[in-house]
């Protein structure tokens, strides 16, 4: 990112949250700004402004985001620091939708050319639009300001460019920060750490020893009160096309030139790029399309997807595709991935499975290694090794699998005073990221692009094939289809 952006110490920063009532601003981002305080992360003069229609005044806006953080965080918050925190923040009643919005928030503000502005739009992407033309209009997007959105920008290739275009007449594209939440997570760091600050993995990363790999994000709870998107959006439009597919662009990446923006995301896009497409010919042995029915799951009894809508869907709550990249470290080495709704166990992980050894000596007791990469529900890196089982035995050296484990949790607590080590939020990352300017763990536009073009590829297929949702039981990990995708390899998912 330029220069000229990023924290500006002769500027006073300003934090727009745009939608600050709402339950990501409550869940997550008032959370996070908190703790960054507590911390002293925050620059001293820096404002906080919540902007939503409500005119609930600052005060009762203010004690929300106070019982917002303390149940999130009741146990490693002062009061001291709440109270600073709180004394930072403003709510500005205002709505999007009319034309008056840029000036009156400028009227908040004060003078733009003294002031570090970066804005986080939490609402409805259908606002991107409106609040951007608002903020051009009222000359608030100048150098060095940005914009932060979320997800989802655009259910397809088409839309996401009417999104990007929007954000991008207003804010160029080194000021525009897309979040994926995943690339704030501490292991998912942690990868480009694993990977490129250590000799051991290079020389094996790469299909001569990685006989696949396989991704998951599980999820044990059903769409609840999300229905109205997700049922617009499903489960490869929600979570494969943005956070699996960001997993699999830091584990296929070639070694950037340098950790900056730039370079990284360079690697990233070329990833997307090189994914093979599924299309008509291959869809029906390459994917699976699952909708959860009745069942158990998270603990309770669940009705199923259609029962919930009250009416017939073709959206599916389940997806696994078996990817190929079509390069030179990658051809013939399958990656399958897979995510879902009310799925028997919420956990996100990363399994390399590497190749069994070309001539074993001691039979087939010699398993071959894995490295398992979790980043739900615990934090945890651990590669099985194969050990000499200890002890004497009459039939000679027997082998058993070890985990050489770190556990991120163990190798750096930070639980003090008897209180539990405090796991961060993923946005606490990004948004200070943001603050400073850094938008390298942030999602280029290419990026999304690219990722959009594999997607509706494999959406086009289904449509051709009219390749309908298989109902999966409420618990189980998804529909036969899905299982079959690995077994007619012969393999299968590392945990089931
Ligand atoms: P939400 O609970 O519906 O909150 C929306 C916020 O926007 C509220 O503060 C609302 O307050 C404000 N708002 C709505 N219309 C407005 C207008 N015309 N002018 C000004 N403010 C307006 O939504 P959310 O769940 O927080 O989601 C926010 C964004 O994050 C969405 O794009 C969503 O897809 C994305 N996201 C959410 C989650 C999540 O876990 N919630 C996860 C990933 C991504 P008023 O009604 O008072 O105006």
């Known amino acids: 990112m330029s220069a000229s952006s990023g924290s500006n110490g002769a500027r006073q920063q300003v934090f727009v949250l745009v939608g600050g009532t709402g339950d990501l601003a409550m869940r997550m981002l008032w959370p996070s700004l908190a703790m960054l305080d507590q911390e002293g992360f925050l620059s001293d003069n820096l404002r906080i402004i919540s902007v939503a229609r409500e005119d609930c005044g600052t005060e009762v806006c203010v004690d929300r985001i106070g019982n917002a953080v303390t149940s999130r965080f009741g146990e490693w918050t002062t009061p001291e620091a709440l109270s600073r925190f709180r004394k930072r923040i403003v709510h500005v009643a205002l709505d999007a939708a009319h034309d008056d919005w840029g000036s009156k928030l400028k009227a908040e503000l004060g003078d733009p050319d003294t002031l570090d502005i970066v804005f986080f739009l939490s609402v409805s992407p259908s606002l991107f639009k409106p609040i951007c ?11 060095p300001n940005r914009v932060i959105i979320e997800k989802p920008i655009g259910r ?5 460019k009417v999104i990007n275009d929007s954000v991008a007449h207003a804010f160029a594209e080194d000021r525009t920060f897309r979040i994926d939440h995943y690339l704030g997570k501490e292991t998912v760091q942690n990868l480009i750490a694993l990977r490129f600050g250590n000799m051991v993995f290079e020389p094996l990363w790469n299909s001569q020893s990685i006989d696949h790999i396989q991704i998951t994000i599980a999820e044990t709870v059903g769409v609840a009160d999300r229905l109205g998107y997700y049922d617009e959006y499903g489960a490869i439009r929600d979570m494969l096309q943005n956070h699996l597919l960001q997993l699999l662009c830091l584990l296929a990446m070639e070694p950037p030139s340098a950790l900056t923006s730039d370079a990284l995301r360079d690697e990233k896009v070329k990833v997307l790029r090189s994914l093979k497409a599924i299309t008509a010919e291959n869809v029906l042995t390459n994917t699976a399309r699952g909708q959860y029915g009745p069942g158990f799951a998270d603990g309770h009894p669940v009705a199923g997807y259609e029962a919930e809508k009250g009416s017939p869907s073709n959206t599916e709550t389940f997806v696994a595709i ?8 990658w051809a013939g080495t399958p990656i399958y991935m897979r995510t879902g709704k009310c799925l028997p166990s919420r956990t996100t992980e990363i399994v390399i499975q590497f190749k069994p050894l070309p001539h074993s000596i001691f039979g087939p007791e010699a398993q071959a290694n894995r490295l398992l990469i979790r980043l739900q529900p615990e934090e945890d890196i651990s590669l099985t090794l194969m050990n000499k089982a200890p002890g004497l035995t009459s039939e000679g050296v027997h082998l058993q699998p070890l985990d050489l484990s770190l556990s991120l949790i163990k190798a750096f607590d930070d639980s003090k005073d008897g209180k539990p080590p405090r796991r961060r939020i993923a946005y606490e990352r990004l948004i200070l990221d943001a603050l400073n300017g850094n938008n390298a763990q942030f999602v280029r536009r290419d990026e999304v692009e690219a990722a ?8 086009k297929a289904w449509h051709d094939k009219d390749m309908k949702p ?3 039981p409420a618990g189980t990990f998804g529909p036969v289809s899905a299982f079959s995708l690995i077994e007619r390899d012969n393999g299968r998912m590392w945990n089931d």
């Open 133 to 143: 033309e608002h903020i051009e209009k009222a000359g608030l997007n100048k150098a």
């Open 156 to 160: 397809d290739l088409a839309t996401s």
């Open 322 to 329: 078996k990817a190929e990249i079509a390069n030179w470290r």
């Open 452 to 459: 959009w073009t594999w997607v509706d590829g494999i959406i």
């Open 470 to 472: 298989q109902k999966y």
